[in-house]
């Protein structure tokens, strides 16, 4: 059963702004209701246009991100859904078991190597941009390069990151350094959909921001994925844990996810097949995450209704707002075209 029980007066609340387009940056400011269930329900109408968003919040002490759209789904969907389907269990492997080993070497390493890695400052305020493409632009590029649909947007996430330092150091020398991301998984099955929790395992991925072309930026990222899947990562981190002692699984949990080690966090989710909700047809969905412990980036990949979305949540220092539409540009440049003979598709650039 779901945990959530509706208070009309303290959990659903609606925003004074229209302004569609500002109004989940503006609840980056508002702390969850103290005193009570640490979840609340917004919504926004728009101007004239018959449009509203809904914005879910939740402590991801509650739930994560799967138990969160869970629970969004049961509370607003207006016909039953679909299951979210959780990953199949396997058995863990001798070399998954070594990845998580390497892993968790590597960032205890990188604490103590890259002493630039620091938390963000507190009074380095979150902002939030966002873009979003269809589903079938990324389904298409995915098919071609002989991949998943998230390799692709990682691999253009990498290729995003490298435009935006190239145009911020326009006249200079830049150095595409590759950045260390930490890419969370699900554990929960088919009887733990909506247990309370975090029920989330890791494993590091680099983004090939120096990658000199884009293919080789998907190269790299396969490669890395497809190593995760083989050695089977989720399985065996999450067999890992459970043998652990609570404090040393905790521990893990903060070296590999710490502001010192991952300076983003990635994020995937597919929602499944909604009919209506409220009503309204969705049109799209993102999961929004408020920086908490210097953490200084958070990046989700959201697909929903035949729409891709990435939204990223980042400190103002680093002004990043162009990144969501610069990987926007990217995929939209990779797109098949229907191009007569002769002529080729534009290099992106």
């Not at 879910?56 to 991100?65: L, S």
């Not at 789904?73 to 396997?90: F, G, I, N, S």
């Not at 009074?123 to 998943?148: F, K, L, N, Y």
């Not at 990435?310 to 990144?323: F, H, I, K, N």
Request: contains cysteine; aromatic residues 6%; positive net charge.
């Amino acid at each position: 059963m779901s945990p959530l029980r509706i208070d009309p007066v303290g959990h659903v609340r609606w925003a004074g702004s229209h302004d569609l387009p500002t109004f989940p940056q503006a609840l980056l400011a508002i702390p969850l209701p103290a005193g009570g269930p640490a979840w609340d329900l917004w919504c926004a109408p728009g101007r004239d246009d018959g449009r509203f968003q809904v914005a879910f919040r939740i402590h991801h002490a509650v739930h994560d991100g799967m138990g969160a759209a869970h629970d969004l789904l049961t509370l607003l969907a207006d016909d039953a859904l679909p299951l979210m389907r959780p990953v199949e269990r396997k058995r863990p492997t001798v070399s998954g078991c070594a990845a998580v080993a390497k892993d968790l070497t590597c960032a205890l390493g990188g604490r103590w190597k890259d002493r630039s890695n620091r938390p963000a400052a507190p009074g380095d305020t979150v902002r939030w941009a966002w873009e979003e493409v269809p589903e079938r632009i990324v389904q298409e590029i995915a098919r071609s390069a002989r991949c998943t649909v998230n390799d692709i947007c990682l691999a253009a996430l990498a290729w995003a990151l490298r435009l935006a330092a190239s145009q911020a150091e326009a006249g200079h020398d830049a150095r595409h350094r590759d950045v260390d991301a930490a890419i969370p998984m699900s554990t929960r099955d088919d009887r733990g959909r909506t247990v309370l929790g975090n029920h989330l395992v890791a494993y590091r991925l680099r983004l090939p921001v120096s990658a000199g072309s884009f293919e080789e930026a998907v190269d790299r990222v396969v490669r890395q994925s497809q190593a995760a899947r083989s050695h089977r990562r989720r399985d065996t981190a999450r067999w890992l844990l459970k043998l652990s002692p609570t404090p040393v699984g905790a521990w893990a949990s903060r070296v590999m996810i710490g502001a010192c080690d991952a300076p983003m966090v990635i994020s995937s989710l597919t929602l499944p097949a909604v009919g209506s909700c409220l009503g309204a047809r969705l049109v799209g969905a993102s999961m929004m995450y408020n920086l908490v412990g210097g953490m200084r980036s958070y990046v989700s990949f959201t697909r929903a209704q035949g729409v891709v979305r990435c939204g990223l949540a980042y400190r103002a220092s680093w002004a990043a707002e162009s990144v969501p539409s610069l990987w926007r540009h990217v995929l939209v440049r990779l797109a098949p075209q229907k191009a007569s003979p002769g002529t080729s598709i534009a290099p992106v650039r």
